[in-house]
């Protein structure tokens, strides 16, 4: 486990800890809502400020789990499951309740291809070819693409899983 994730997990527990509630009871989960124009991608920040840096950029439909409210108009949010997420803060504005109607799915459906002539890929916790792997992913498996962050792409296995391939290795980029 990378130190950016581990520090990330104990400030959700810390969090939940203090408030005297369970993880889980604290996450409400919600979608990336970028309104009238869905095929623009909305940042999850290092920080809850504009000026942070971006961590990627998420389609429209996007899964993610409230955290905690972090003030100013800002969400800390959890992208995946508990064992392969990425995590930050987006603005709140731009989140609506999973259940919400009107809310376009722009993220794309696409499959896993291997420039290597291998019969899998790494799927990474970060966007690089240099991070832990989160799962090995098979040629021909599809994937959600939820987002971007340069030529990588954080995507989403049918089990949940989130993390990132590059742009190489998904089909019909």
């Avoid at 920040?45 to 100013?72: C, H, M, N």
Wanted: a negative charge.
């Amino acid at each position: 486990m990378t130190k950016k994730r581990w520090m990330h997990r104990t400030a959700v527990l810390a969090l939940a800890l203090v408030l005297g509630a369970a993880p889980a009871a604290l996450a409400q989960s919600a979608v990336v809502d970028n309104g009238s124009d869905p095929q623009s991608r909305l940042n999850l920040r290092e920080q809850p400020d504009k000026g942070s840096a971006s961590l990627g950029r998420f389609y429209s439909g996007t899964p993610v789990e409230i955290v905690a409210d972090a003030g100013g108009g800002w969400s800390q949010v959890a992208i995946g499951t508990a064992d392969s997420c990425v995590g930050g803060y987006m603005m709140t504005a731009y989140l609506a309740d999973s259940g919400a109607s009107g809310v376009t799915d722009a993220t794309l459906e696409r499959s896993v291809v291997s420039p290597y002539g291998t019969p899998s890929v790494v799927l990474r916790d970060q966007p690089s070819n240099s991070y832990d792997a989160v799962a090995m992913l098979r040629v021909g498996e599809t994937v959600r693409v939820l987002g971007d962050s340069g030529e990588y792409y954080f995507v989403m296995t049918q089990s949940e899983a989130v993390g990132c391939l590059c742009s190489n290795e998904l089909s019909g980029k």
